[in-house]
């Protein structure tokens, strides 16, 4: 089964500073019916103005997951992280029994970027932050893990075996694997959906078609029961999120 989500019909939020499309019931959209994908909660697509963004706020129970799409976006918290992420780059928060942060736009360009939420394994776990940069050539024509369950096991070079089996860049704690890719020109990309998981699928930029069904920018797809066939004309990328079927 495969259910297309258009990005026009996404709720927009437009603070002026701030445009997000929620995929989620999130802030002042409020819809019981579309509350989460399995242990996908909130999915952002946010576009920040320069020298804008979230001051310090606090969340907890939460695994927060953000992909940097363009532009920089500079991040501070409570535990004296302190650093700016670019485009492809990640960042992972634990916010477990609790934490503050902010995430500020401090260039001169509009910033965009995934905010996404997963929905914890357990309540009250220790605070916790890590992130990633990736050269652009890890994510090209290939799919790039970006995150993995907490104590996933590496995986010896050239054994072909599970997703699950592998070790993203970050680990969250929750069974949940992220990756990336970006499609030059026509190109072809599958992913396997075991038996029990599901996958949620976002076209961040381009167009392409999913088993057939045509994806446009910022469409999204679930899908259950499905291996993913990606095909592209002029290129796109892509982030899929694989989980354990709710």
């Known amino acids: 089964m495969i259910r297309i989500i258009n990005f026009k019909d996404l709720f927009l939020s437009d603070l002026g500073w701030l445009q997000s499309k929620f995929h989620f019931s999130f802030a002042e959209y409020r819809n019981p019916d579309n509350l ?7 999915m952002n697509d946010d576009q920040v103005a320069p020298h804008q963004g979230f001051g310090q706020h606090p969340h907890r129970d939460m695994e927060i997951v953000t992909y940097v799409v363009s532009g920089t976006l500079s991040h501070q918290d409570s535990m004296n992280n302190k650093e700016t992420l670019t485009a492809g780059d990640i960042q992972y928060m634990s916010a477990g029994t609790g934490i503050t942060h902010s995430e500020m736009n401090e260039g001169n360009d509009s910033s965009r970027f995934l905010q996404i939420w997963i929905l914890p394994e357990a309540r009250n776990l220790t605070p916790n932050y890590g992130s990633h940069r990736f ?7 290939k799919w790039l893990h970006l995150i993995s369950p907490r104590g996933a096991l590496v995986t010896p070079k050239g054994d072909q075996v599970s997703p699950l089996k592998k070790r993203g860049a970050e680990q969250i704690s929750q069974d949940a694997n992220f990756y990336v890719t970006e ?11 075991e038996e029990g998981r599901q996958v949620y699928l976002k076209l961040i930029e381009g167009e392409a078609l999913l088993n057939g069904q045509a994806l446009k920018h910022g469409d999204a797809a679930e899908v259950i029961g499905e291996n993913v066939l990606l095909e592209t004309v002029a290129g796109a990328h892509i982030l899929l999120i694989e989980m354990a079927q709710a």
Request: hydrophobic content about 40%.
């Open 135 to 141: 050269e652009d050539s890890e994510r090209l024509n």
């Open 183 to 193: 499609l030059e020109g026509a190109k072809n990309a599958s992913f396997e959906v």
């Open 36 to 42: 989460n994908f399995g242990v996908l909660r909130v």
